[in-house]
């Protein structure tokens, strides 16, 4: 049985930031890391505290009309967030409630960060080949800028993190691309070093400026560690995961039109692609969206769907690999081909 995407999407808010726009935060910036923290050239943001539950249900609505479906044609949801006004519960309920899906239909959350949309394909292609489920909505969401938890808007990381939705449709029928392999590498080193948790602000100083409570915020964060292990293993990061899917799909390397990947920052996710290059996939097959859209997180790779869908970018029948490692040291690659 064929599984894949009828229909995928993604879902902004309306705010375009660029970095002018934030360059307030520029003096606060450690002396030799402007490189690290230079940012994006724009990205969207969403100042509405239910960012995470609009964006959510904008991404739904929006893959199901692309897909031509409607709530009672979907058996299951996906959902995952980064960000937000609360903790818990996730986004998933959201969804299933305002979308009208009828109480039998399960909504299960997962959280593996940036990774959580491709994992979130995985598991909506093991529950349709069970033959248990026709069709799974799968819906990630990052709003990082309200007054949740999500990045500490006083750090010049702020400068790298944009917000955005993404979802698509996961069944057997109308496919637009076929699922062909998975693989998972989990890098649990990066446990200790790259975590979200209740921190102090960078520079609660700009409290009053940014319309903040408050001296603490639940954020992400990494220690210096990072750094060397981003230089240590940098270029095979990407390659090693994509090679390994492709032989599950029976492919090689030569055999890939595309890689979308996640996009950190550039100082990450340069060397992924410097590597791969280097291994013999050039340039112009990655594709990322930093500098339109920033880091979104789960949302990245809907998004890149999204826009070759919409383009035309891949020819029928060519080979697309997705690499979203996320936070924690979760590391998929699915291989896909797409149908058109």
Known sequence: MKVGLESVVSFFPDTVIRREDLAYLDRFIPPGQEAFFKGADEFRRSSDDRAVENLAEGAARKALAAAKRAPADIDYIIAANIGGRRLLPMVGSYIHEKLGFPQEVPATNIQNVCASFVDGLNLAWCLVLSGRYRRVLVVTVTAVATKGWGVDQTSPMAKSFGDGAGAAVVSSGNLRCEFLAYDN?????????????????ANPELNSMLGLEGDETICLTMDDWVPGWIERIGKTFAVEGIE???????????????????????????PWIEGGVEAGIPREKWKELYHKIANCGNVDIPASLAEI????????????????PGLGGHTPCMIIRWLG
């Open 244 to 270: 390994t899917a492709l032989a599950k799909a029976g492919l090689s390397k030569a055999d890939l039109d595309l890689v979308l990947i996640h996009h950190p920052m550039e100082m990450m996710h340069g």
């Open 185 to 201: 590498r989990t890098i649990g080193e990066l446990y200790e070093h790259m975590y979200m948790d209740r921190l102090p602000r």
């Open 309 to 324: 869908a919409e383009t035309g970018e891949v020819r029928p029948g060519g080979v697309v690999a997705l690499f979203p």
